[in-house]
T-cell receptor
Framework: DSGVTQTPKHLITATGQRVTLRCSPR?????VYWYQQSLDQGLQFLIQ???????AKGNILERFSAQQFPDLHSELNLSSLELGDSALYFC????????????FGPGTRLTVT | GNSVTQMEGPVTLSEEAFLTINCTYT??????LFWYVQYPGEGLQLLLK?????DKGSNKGFEATYRKETTSFHLEKGSVQVSDSAVYFC????????????FGGGTRVLVKP
């Protein structure tokens, strides 16, 4: 158990809908990262938050957004969903500073039908 | 940009066989290198890491050496077990790219009794 929790574990929704994925980092970790794992794109970095502020952006679509709250949990919002958004979405956390490794949550499997 | 290339799987082995998974990278600066493992239905777990040239990371019988001259970080294990069946991801973290991880495509390993 990495100490990173993600909810829900599975999510099935229809095209055009909007969903919110939630992540709670390890106790004391200030950074949260979101990654997408899909069959065609592999594991890709989406976005990073540090202590409530956006720190880095990767291949995140404009239909996707994220935020980190004062209690450090983070939410990834996916809107106008398309079939191609079906994937496993991972959250990871790390302490402050770039020398620390990231600890991954169990993921949320999103299926868009 | 930064990239990681690892051998495609699946790799099928018998128990007690020797395992090698090749990984090469392209990065600016001096990246840190990682191997993550994903067991069926689970998230990613850090297996080992190396932060500078000639460092050897090791854990659970797995080893990988950071070779700057060949830009490689091959994963090896001398005697695999059925429980080593998983997907293995090579990843890098380049200081010029913040703390985000860039992953290879993953290699599925299946160990048969």
């Amino acid at each position: 158990d990495s100490g990173v929790t993600q909810t829900p574990k599975h999510l099935i929704t229809a095209t055009g809908q909007r969903v919110t994925l939630r992540c709670s980092p390890r106790s004391g970790d200030l950074s949260v990262y979101w990654y997408q794992q899909s069959l065609d794109q592999g594991l890709q970095f989406l976005i990073q938050y540090y202590n409530g502020e956006e720190r880095a952006k990767g291949n995140i679509l404009e239909r996707f957004s994220a935020q980190q709250f004062p209690d450090l949990h983070s939410e990834l919002n996916l809107s106008s969903l398309e079939l191609g958004d079906s994937a496993l979405y991972f959250c990871a956390s790390s302490p402050s500073g770039t020398i620390y490794e990231q600890y991954f949550g169990p993921g949320t499997r999103l299926t868009v039908t | 940009g930064n990239s990681v290339t690892q051998m495609e799987g699946p790799v099928t082995l018998s128990e007690e066989a020797f395992l090698t998974i090749n990984c090469t990278y392209t990065a600016t600066g001096y990246p840190s290198l990682f191997w993550y493992v994903q067991y069926p239905g689970e998230g990613l777990q850090l297996l080992l890491k190396a932060t500078k040239a000639d460092d050897k990371g090791s854990n659970k019988g797995f080893e990988a050496t950071y070779r700057k001259e060949t830009t490689s970080f091959h994963l090896e294990k001398g005697s695999v077990q059925v429980s080593d069946s998983a997907v293995y991801f090579c990843a890098l973290r380049a200081m010029t790219a913040g703390n985000k991880l860039t992953f290879g495509g993953g290699t599925r390993v299946l160990v048969k009794p």
